[in-house]
């Protein structure tokens, strides 16, 4: 009975591990000099050395995202997107962003955030979209290289469809595909769509790339009523809306943590935390 108990107690134990452990293995996939110099990744919340119980994944951080870790007895929530990006002057609950912080610290539940750690890789954010729409032949759409370490990295992704598509046909697939309830478009071109270029979030900035790069489409998000002009019927631009854009990261970031952790409790947030709603 002894020696059974022993056991289940190394057992137990062999399965422990530090919150610097997996967060080492998620910048393996996305290191932190990869983000934009304005973000602001990695762990915001909490203490590398603290023992994790479990992992909570979500796009974004909210008081119920907490709650759901907390239910969960999930100790660290890796999130997409920072819940602290500017900095805090005061902690006093009065903002959505104080309350997260705050029962965050009361519960002992660590917070650490990609971003566009993960926007510039290849297999990332962009990558996640592409494999989603069953795009091939993908490449990066601004490829950058890093000065740190002179690799190639980047914004953005742009691949072909398996069949050539109408417009009208290839929205619907991309509301369809995409879950979204909501397609913004610009002016139909006439041409059929097979090379798509795509970029989640607000990705406004990459239209001039993604029709330089001969895209026939550009699937992003948070485009203004000025930002349709520049599609010039040089190709369709397609707004499907940020939280819809990057719905998909969640999975992409339990996937590959569940590989590296099988005997380790990697959990899929539930809940919605998009604050946009249709009518």
Do not use: W
Request: hydrophobic share 40%; net charge negative.
């Amino acid at each position: 009975m002894q020696l059974k108990i022993l056991t289940l107690i190394f057992s137990e134990k062999k399965f422990l591990m530090k919150i610097k452990e997996i967060t080492k293995y998620i910048e393996e996939l996305a290191p932190l000099h990869y983000a934009e110099d304005f973000d602001n990744v990695g762990l915001l919340v909490g203490n590398y050395e603290t023992e994790a119980t479990g992992v909570l994944v979500a796009l974004d951080t909210l008081e119920e995202t907490v709650d759901e870790a907390i239910a969960s007895n999930c100790n660290l929530i890796v999130s997409f997107h920072p819940i602290i990006f500017s900095g805090l002057k005061k902690l006093n609950g009065t903002t959505y962003v104080e309350r997260v912080v705050l029962k965050a610290i009361k519960n002992d539940i660590a917070i650490y955030a990609t971003h566009t750690a993960l926007d510039n890789v290849k297999g990332g954010v962009s990558g996640k979209i592409c494999e989603v729409l069953g795009l091939q032949n993908i490449e990066t759409l601004i490829p950058k290289t890093n000065l740190a370490t002179k690799e190639t990295i980047g914004m953005g992704m742009i691949g072909e469809l398996a069949n050539e598509m109408t417009e009208s046909d290839f929205l619907q697939f991309v509301k369809s595909t995409m879950k979204t309830a909501c397609v913004r478009h610009s002016e139909f071109t006439g041409n059929s769509i097979k090379k798509v270029a795509v970029l989640g979030g607000s990705g406004s900035f990459a239209i001039q790339n993604a029709i330089h790069s001969k895209a026939d489409a550009y699937i992003s998000a948070d485009f203004k009523y000025h930002d349709f002009f520049k599609a010039e019927k040089q190709l369709l631009l397609a707004d499907i809306g940020h939280y819809e854009s990057e719905q998909f990261t969640k999975n992409l970031l339990v996937e590959y943590l569940t590989k590296k952790f099988t005997n380790f409790a990697i959990i899929l947030s539930e809940k919605s935390t998009n604050p946009i709603y249709y009518i």
